[in-house]
Each structure stands twice: as structure tokens, then as C-alpha cells.
């Protein structure tokens, strides 16, 4: 399912919810697109300290853990910036940031 996020300048992003199948496979490049320089800092960090200890497979690990949860972490970040869901997804984006 995805949800509509607005913000008052007009802007629009729809964001999917649940597991995100394009940081599984793209990893750092998704919040680099999305322009979340904040969380790709993040990431690149986790998975180079996870990475250098393991062989490589704690980063993997760390990707594998972040595409369950950066569609979450994405949609919170938007909500604090500003952007507030539409009428239609309003209850659902409170249930799925809250719960």
C-alpha cells in the first residue's frame, strides 16, 4: 500500500509502506535519491563498521534489516518536516507511524 504525503508549498511524495524492495536491491542509493542525506550517512556507516569485522556480511545484514524499516523511517521524517498525509491516508499513516 502506499501513501500520499503533501506539504503546504504543494510539494507531493507518494511513499510505499511495509518492506522496501528498492533498498533491498539498490541499498545506499535510495535515501541518496530521495535526498535523506541524513539517513544514507547513517547507513553507510552501520553497514562499513558491520562490514569490516564480518567479511562484508554484517553489511549485507544491515541492508537486509533497513529495507524493513526505512519505508517507516522515511514516512516519519516527511511527517516531521511538514508533510501531512491526504484525507484518505491520514488514519492509516498515524496507525503505521505509531504502531
Not at 545484514?61 to 511527517?79: E, Q
Request: no cysteine.
Amino acid at each position: 500500500m502506499k501513501v500520499i504525503l503533501k506539504h503546504e508549498s504543494g510539494l507531493v511524495k507518494e511513499v510505499k509502506k511495509g518492506f522496501s524492495w528498492t533498498f533491498f536491491f539498490f541499498g545506499l542509493f535510495v535515501p541518496l535519491i530521495r535526498g535523506d542525506l541524513k539517513w544514507a550517512i547513517i547507513m553507510l556507516l552501520l553497514q562499513a563498521l558491520a562490514g569490516a569485522f564480518t567479511f562484508g556480511i554484517g553489511a549485507l545484514v544491515v541492508s537486509l534489516i533497513f529495507a524493513f524499516i526505512y519505508n517507516k523511517i522515511y514516512i516519519k521524517g516527511l511527517l516531521e518536516k511538514g508533510y501531512r498525509p491526504t484525507e484518505e491516508f491520514e488514519e492509516t499513516v498515524t496507525n503505521y507511524v505509531n504502531g
